[in-house]
């Protein structure tokens, strides 16, 4: 998995060894660590008897694993995001929310779930994780500005149930209740993030927050799709 998660990159050595073993490497470890490679040369081998060249390459320093464009879910989710960060999603939000939405149904669950517990899949979790909540962020800007308040409430409150400390997605929450004509609602929110932040981190909503319950209380038009809250 190591491998995997770096694909069409040296993985040196050193990294792969404490990947396997941790702080106890057997004695000959090198000879360890060159029969694993062995193991799945052979079963890269019967998975693709027909294939032209190898998919492991070994190098002086480490060995690599080499997969195609759009092999992995992986490589086409972040590379999906990237696109659509770069281009203007204010231009077409619906278009945006579209593909938003068809990149994450490539998720069917955590990342490389299983194999937390190692450092260089740990990395990668990270990585793929913080993608993943960057593209909900963008999507609900999307639904926000096309006015799919009913949709994306549900929605909101279900990633706050594991992003409880996502700014982000309280200030969505609260514009998507206020523009529904669900001010006390929205209001609510606000009181239970401050609690929640209160109790759990020491610490107060942020000003971007503040702002916002500000607008709410005065019944002032409430900014939303581009935000700035962040996350603690």
Do not use: K
């Not at 990395?123 to 949709?151: M, T, V």
């Amino acid at each position: 998995m190591a491998l995997l998660v770096n694909a069409g990159n040296l993985v040196p050595t050193d990294p792969l060894i404490h990947e396997l073993w941790r702080e106890a490497p057997p004695a000959h470890v090198e000879n360890a660590l060159q029969a694993h490679v062995s193991r799945l040369r052979q079963r890269l081998a019967a998975l693709e008897p027909e294939a032209q060249t190898p998919r492991l390459v070994t190098y002086p320093s480490g060995y690599q694993l080499d997969v195609a464009e759009g092999e992995l879910d992986a490589d086409v989710f972040t590379a999906g995001l990237e696109r659509i960060r770069n281009a203007d999603a204010d231009a077409d939000p619906a278009r945006t929310a579209g593909e938003l939405r068809a990149l994450l149904r490539l998720w069917r669950g955590p990342a490389l779930y299983g194999m937390a517990g190692t450092p260089l899949c740990q990395a990668a979790i990270c990585r793929l994780e913080e993608s993943r909540i960057a593209a909900l962020e963008l999507l609900f800007d999307s639904e926000l500005r096309l006015g799919n308040y009913a949709q994306i409430i549900p929605e909101l409150r279900e990633q706050l149930t594991d992003q409880t400390f996502r700014e982000r997605f309280w200030q969505q929450l609260m514009i998507a209740l206020y523009r529904s004509g669900r001010r006390s609602e929205a209001l609510a929110v606000y009181r239970d993030l401050q609690h929640t932040f209160s109790q759990e981190l020491g610490l107060e909503p942020s000003p971007v927050m503040r702002d916002v319950e500000r607008a709410i209380l005065g019944q002032e038009s409430v900014s939303g799709g581009s935000g700035s809250a962040g996350h603690h």
